[in-house]
């Protein structure tokens, strides 16, 4: 009967270039493996073939004795099989294979069965192995596993993944549900008829920049249409040139920029013999396929490109005159020049980074995914692509690929995957009305049952995320479907709208045991925010109160600087009180934008990381907004610790914050920094003599340093007010000692400015602090504000 209805379907696949899914149900090992060879013997006999893969989790006694005892029943198949481990899926992303048959009774990793959805071609088969539902609730898989936290027990997991997971299967075309216990097909694929794929040849232009060696790699006429964009960047531009590519997962965009970026590269070396070509992604592995067909476009035009790796990624490619580098994008902005640069993944990088790259320099490539595993969002059109259109001095070209390389469109397999994880969940359309309600501050606070319980509401929540400025894997759905310590709260309007999302996380409330394992040095999984309480603060008292941690908030992106994040964290805020919370936090990594808005909504930065994240290239900081005076006399000492420690360590391993980052992670709340910082009489004399005479500053920085910090140690009552400037040059050349070029720049001043204004900055430091122990010109006095 299965091999039958196996037959039959994979016939109709073939003929439209689909995939199919089959979903064999049930708790006999060896019957789930021999239905799972049946299967694929249909597959044969519908006229496929060739090699694919069998995924289980070998440290399970079971999943070892399905895979013998499929190995046993495929024994003597023309197929070949690929037996792995799900820890090799990072490593078959991006490999094409006729079939995989994906053992999920132990594990439903939502990554993996993203990653793996896009690996088999048009034609062929997916094949998982599940319990009954109601079996597969009774345990915790190895995923689940890894949600639990000290506070919670496996009792309190939840299992809505394995519920959504099997309601998209039974509501999707295309799978096929068969109970192997009872031999017993449970849903039809739901497609009878199907229209027949055609083939469609690749046609490069009629009159082509790039050599047409490089066109005839295009797998795909919206590659094609992409290589064409690149010959906008061969003529020098008198304008910034900007290309923006985006796609759906699974459609070429990666192989089209490496054959573009090797087909440019070869044009300009002609006309300028070297040729400079940087590419960046905040991931390595997501300029993996970039690199790989950059690589084979240069073979195909005759070149012996050398590679350089590191750690086993490519970190260079060398060719006769072309060179192509890979950096992170922070490194990127250090850089000083580029013939070419290209960002992948591009909407996964913060924006403030993009603005940056595309200050500096004239020739970009902009690409990212839009839906798919790697997906990152619409955001990245919405926002970014509306900087670049508005940027008077660029030209935009903007294309969007369709197609799918492996397999035809509408492909049901893709529809279902998408749908299951959320990967195509986009944001409610904005209309004029919503806007009203917007600016009347009409809003309704959805708690977690509100959010989960009505499907569109949920997507329309997920798909802010999808199109925010966060990396969206499947793993984050499955972490808040089913983490005991996770919960959901949204802003909706009174349509149903939602406008803002967030994601929280349960922290604190630890017991003794759970205390002192961290003050030894033991990792508290989940409890970010007292992790960082007891081992660098040592306040083992902080860890037993309650708290929130903001894990992700997002605002729709038609509706943001409206006021609306400020709002939800009000309405958190009222809600976490009720509750008998005691703090909320968060965390994320540093840049000026974001860190004012957290500031300016009182939250209270207790930690930054003394290393860049080697991934995001930023500091990661952590602030708490205290609920009540408990929790206040924490957060205190904890903040007046950690700008003792900044302060102090702005010339080593902060030194590369930027002033403005810098000035907000010192604010004042009223709390002064304990520590005498009075000058002896020679600190005195030589920056009086700095401050009003010849004495150059190079000869008064440590006296000049003590003023800066007893500047920022004092609470704002105690301060001279100086103007923002002036700030900045404190930070940038006083505290982390820059060059005076390098000081200059960062301050957002001229260099000769800097010089004049930073002696002025220390005669009204000298005025206020020590005014009574010596002469001062009388028209100091009248630069002074603050002073008692």
Request: cysteine-free; overall charge neutral; hydrophobic content about 40%.
């Amino acid at each position: 009967m299965l091999f039958d209805i196996a037959k039959a379907e994979v016939e109709k696949a073939r003929a439209a270039r689909h995939r199919r899914l089959f979903v064999l149900v049930g708790t006999d090992d060896k019957k789930l493996a021999e239905a799972a060879a049946e299967v694929l013997r249909g597959f044969e006999a519908a006229g496929g073939g060739g090699s694919g893969l069998y995924m289980f989790q070998p440290e399970f006694a079971d999943a070892n004795k399905r895979m013998n005892y499929f190995r046993d029943a495929v024994a003597g198949s023309s197929l070949e099989v690929d037996f792995r481990p799900y820890k090799d899926t990072p490593k078959i992303l991006g490999t094409t294979q006729d079939f995989a048959v994906l053992d999920l009774v132990n594990d439903l990793k939502p990554n993996d069965v993203g990653r793996l959805g896009g690996v088999v071609r048009g034609g062929g088969v997916y094949i998982f192995l599940v319990p009954p539902l109601d079996v597969w609730k009774r345990y915790i898989t190895k995923f689940q596993s890894t949600l639990l936290v000290p506070q919670f027990t496996p009792n309190d997991i939840r299992h809505r993944l394995k519920e959504r997971f099997w309601r998209s299967l039974y509501s999707h075309s295309g799978v096929v549900i068969f109970d192997v216990d009872r031999g017993i097909l449970l849903k039809s694929s739901g497609i009878e008829t199907v229209e027949t794929y055609e083939l469609k040849k690749p046609e490069p232009p009629e009159k082509a920049v790039l050599p047409l060696k490089i066109y005839r790699l295009a797998a795909t006429q919206d590659q094609v249409e992409v290589l064409k964009l690149f010959e906008t960047l061969y003529q020098k531009p008198k304008r910034k040139q900007a290309l923006v590519i985006i796609a759906d997962r699974g459609r070429g965009k990666s192989a089209a920029l490496g054959l573009g970026l090797a087909g440019i590269g070869h044009k300009l070396r002609k006309a300028k013999s070297r040729v400079q070509i940087v590419v960046s992604a905040m991931e390595y592995t997501n300029l993996e396929t970039l690199l790989e067909f950059a690589i084979k476009g240069l073979e195909a035009l005759g070149y012996k490109p050398g590679v350089e790796r590191e750690g086993g990624e490519i970190r260079a490619i060398k060719a006769k005159g072309i060179f192509i580098d890979v950096v992170t994008p922070y490194m990127l902005l250090k850089r000083e020049n580029a013939d070419i640069v290209a960002v992948d993944e591009a909407a996964a990088v913060p924006l403030p980074v993009l603005y940056a790259v595309h200050k500096k320099f004239d020739r970009l490539v902009f690409a990212t995914t839009i839906h798919g595993y790697e997906g990152a969002g619409r955001g990245f059109s919405i926002r970014f692509l509306k900087y670049l259109k508005e940027s008077k001095d660029t030209d935009v070209y903007l294309y969007e690929m369709e197609e799918p390389i492996r397999y035809g469109r509408g492909d049901p397999v893709e529809q279902w995957l998408f749908d299951a994880f959320l990967l195509n969940a986009e944001p409610a359309k904005v209309e004029p009305q919503d806007l009203d309600y917007v600016r009347r501050r009409e809003v309704v606070y959805l708690r977690e049952e509100d959010v989960m319980k009505d499907e569109e509401v949920f997507r329309q929540f997920f798909g802010i995320y999808v199109q925010a400025h966060y990396r969206n894997e499947p793993d984050d759905l499955g972490m808040l479907l089913d983490a005991p310590h996770h919960t959901a709260r949204a802003l909706a309007l009174p349509n149903a709208k939602v406008v803002v999302s967030v994601e929280l996380a349960f922290e604190g409330a630890l017991d003794d045991l759970s205390i002192d394992q961290a003050l030894r040095g033991l990792k508290l999984p989940g409890n970010i925010i007292p992790d960082r309480f007891l081992k660098y603060w040592r306040l083992p008292e902080f860890a037993k109160l309650k708290g929130w941690r903001i894990v992700r908030i997002a605002t729709h992106p038609e509706l943001q600087d409206m006021g609306l994040g400020t709002l939800m964290l009000q309405k958190l805020e009222e809600e976490a009180r009720q509750l008998g919370m005691d703090w909320i936090g968060v965390g994320f990594g540093v840049y000026d934008k974001l860190l004012k808005f957290w500031v300016r909504n009182g939250y209270v930065p207790i930690h930054l990381s003394p290393e860049r994240n080697p991934s995001s290239g930023e500091y990661s900081v952590l602030l708490v907004k205290p609920l009540n005076e408990k929790a206040e006399a924490y957060v205190k000492y904890a903040n007046v610790e950690f700008r003792r420690r900044l302060i102090h360590s702005l010339m080593g391993p902060y030194g590369d914050l930027l002033p403005t980052e810098v000035l907000l992670l010192l604010e004042d709340w009223g709390w002064e920094i304990d520590g005498a910082f009075a000058l002896s009489k020679n600190q005195l004399d030589r920056a009086i003599a700095y401050a009003y005479g010849p004495m150059t500053y190079e000869n008064v920085t440590d006296a000049v340093y003590m003023l800066a910090t007893q500047y920022f140690y004092s609470p704002k009552a105690r301060r001279p007010t100086l103007p923002e400037p002036a700030l900045k040059i404190l930070v940038s050349k006083v505290l982390q000692a820059k060059p005076w070029k390098e000081a200059a720049e960062v301050a957002g001043v001229r260099r000769g400015d800097l010089m004049l204004i930073l002696r002025e900055v220390v005669k009204i430091l000298l005025f206020y602090y020590y005014g009574g122990e010596f002469e001062v010109p009388l028209f100091v006095v009248g630069t002074v504000r603050g002073k008692d």
